[in-house]
């Protein structure tokens, strides 16, 4: 019974100490500003992430989406977890997922505990269109025998 009660006041303690220490990003929102570069750049292809001003050794997780309006855009996470330094700088280069569409598109950028974003947009390009278009010629007939 006794440790049962040490467990729990130990979990309680963690639990406050979990909470006094969440960063005032939380609180106050997130700052900084994070840029792509380039910022036009085809599917597939590595690009780079630059940050500043970000809260100082914290992690950021990454999700695209395309296109960069509201309605109904296709998004992906991007495997790739990035730190900050010590002095709120960040750079980090990672490959972009090939998504089936191009065009306007954001990187949300996420700090670990905060629900807020920052945004840095960019340009997909190197999709191919898909049409219905016309269908294919039809197949040349064989060239017909000359009779002597």
């Known amino acids: 019974m006794m440790r049962r009660h040490a467990f729990l006041a130990l979990g309680i303690l963690v639990g406050i100490a979990v909470l006094a220490t969440t960063p005032a990003m939380a609180k106050a929102g997130l700052r900084g500003s994070v840029r792509i570069t380039p910022d036009r ?16 050794k914290t992690y950021f997780s990454l999700i695209l989406s395309v296109p960069n309006t509201a309605r109904s855009p296709w998004k992906t996470f991007i495997p790739t977890l990035a730190k900050s330094s010590a ?62």
């Open 41 to 56: 750049v085809a599917i597939g292809k590595t690009v780079t992430l630059i940050g500043t001003r970000l809260p100082a």
């Open 87 to 148: 002095h709120g700088d960040l750079r980090i280069k990672f490959k972009l997922p090939v998504v089936p569409l191009c065009g306007p598109a954001t990187l949300f950028v996420y700090a670990t505990g905060s629900a807020q974003a920052l945004k840095a947009p960019l340009t997909l390009t190197g999709c191919k269109r898909i049409s219905a278009g016309a269908p294919p010629a039809p197949p040349v007939p064989p060239k017909k025998k000359k009779r002597k």
